[in-house]
């Protein structure tokens, strides 16, 4: 596969992928922009196989964060559910994935959690979270002469993709800080109280640091962790220490596989289950089956590096020096469950209408956020499985699946 060109959102970016590119792609903008896709989308699906004979094709980006679906791919756990599971397809960038996923490219992908309202809502595309891909799992990470977040100030930060919830931590961060947000080309004068936010893949984030191109990120694993081995950035907080448990990337269905194909859809959601279940009792393996020693080569990570982030758990340094702030939270840099939570829904709609975006955002302020959680989210096949597995307490879920969200900056 070609190499993926990374997005810039600076009007005077001379990358690969310009604004428009970003605009067209991402599925910011009107139902109009995205009919083209969705009409290749379908013509596809019309294509392929019917029924639960759809073989499983995984769209991925090289972080943590698709863990479920490689680990379920690597065990053949697709297979014991009766499916054919072809080769999971590396991306660089979230807009690409996105691109692949409504033109019928892939059918199972990990996305950004706010990023499926943007697809759902914004470009009206039909799809479904049917499950959560992990908690936490991210960090914002700067340059070795950083020591607070108001030495950000006058500096350029890289985010992801605008609808991530790495974007809307880090401007809540931010702005209890007392610094505002701007995005400004290059050469733009950026003030002493402002941070410039540029939008990175997160393949390219720690050499952009290392180049002191920007003074930091905010990214999924092992991106952070690689900086720390590396020696070019530090960790300054935790994305979990922020908003307890939350969710980043969460699998992510079309609409027309879950109503034509449900059993389909289910087998999909049992496989990634039973890949959490045996990732939260198997870290190091884990680690090794993701690592590039790995005969499947899913991700350029070495072992050290993925080992950094799933398999220690000390945080004694990182708690004397302040990085973690709540340390009766016990959290893990990151875990795994699969329940999609609704308040976590709620409270993040909520969050995405206060967080500076580009593109249209006029959707956006028309939702409602209990809509969002009942429509956007589908809890049928999750549901099941975790029944199937042991029931809540095995992911040590409340039994009633229902939970209130903690956000403490």
């Given amino acids: ?22 605009l067209r792609v991402s599925a910011l903008g009107t139902a109009s922009v995205a009919a083209p896709l969705l009409f290749a989308g379908d013509a596809m699906a019309q294509q392929g196989p019917k029924g639960d004979d759809q073989p499983v094709k995984i769209g991925y980006l090289p972080i943590t964060d698709a863990t479920p679906l490689l680990v379920a791919h690597g065990r053949k756990l697709f297979e014991a559910e009766g499916l054919q599971a072809e080769a999971p397809r590396l991306f660089r960038s979230w807009a690409q994935i996105i691109e692949a996923f409504v033109s019928g490219q892939v059918n199972v992908i990990h996305l950004l959690s706010p990023a499926t309202m943007s697809v759902r809502y914004g470009a009206k595309f039909p799809a479904k979270v049917v499950a959560w891909n992990h908690i936490n799992g991210s960090a914002l990470t700067v340059a070795k002469d950083i020591n607070s977040v108001a030495d950000l100030g006058g500096r350029s930060v890289a985010i992801p993709f605008w609808y991530s919830i790495h974007n809307v931590l880090l401007q809540q961060i931010l702005a209890r800080n007392g610094l505002s947000v701007v995005s400004k080309g290059r050469d733009g004068s950026i003030g002493p109280k402002e941070v410039n936010l540029v939008v990175l893949a997160p393949a390219e984030m720690v050499s952009a640091l290392a180049s002191k191109s920007i003074a930091g990120f905010i990214v999924a694993e092992p991106f952070n962790a690689l900086a720390e ?145 009942r429509d956007l989210v589908d809890d049928r096949f999750v549901r099941k499985a975790i029944t199937a597995v042991g029931g809540p307490q095995a992911f040590g879920l409340p039994a009633n699946l229902m939970r209130t969200e903690t956000l403490a900056i």
């Fill in 1 to 22: 596969m070609n190499k993926a060109p990374h997005i810039c959102l600076a009007s005077d970016c001379d990358c690969g992928m310009t604004r428009r590119d970003f």
């Fill in 229 to 373: 081995t590396n020696g070019v950035g530090k960790v300054l907080r935790f994305s979990g220490d922020v908003w307890k448990n939350h969710a980043c990337c969460v699998t992510f269905l079309s609409e027309r596989d879950i109503s034509t194909r449900p059993e389909w859809a289910q087998r999909v959601t049992n496989a990634i289950v039973k890949a959490q279940l045996w990732t939260r009792s198997n870290q190091l393996d884990t680690a090794r089956l993701l690592s590039n020693g790995d005969s499947h080569k899913y991700t350029p990570h070495a072992l050290q590096v993925l080992s950094k982030v799933l398999t220690v758990t000390d945080y004694a340094e990182y708690e004397k020096t302040g990085i973690i702030v709540h340390k009766d939270w016990n959290q893990r840099r990151i875990d795994f469950q699969p329940y999609p939570f609704a308040s976590y829904t709620e409270q993040m709609v909520r969050a995405l209408q206060k967080t500076r975006l580009e593109g249209d955002t006029g959707f956006l302020q028309k939702l409602d956020p209990a809509f969002v959680a």
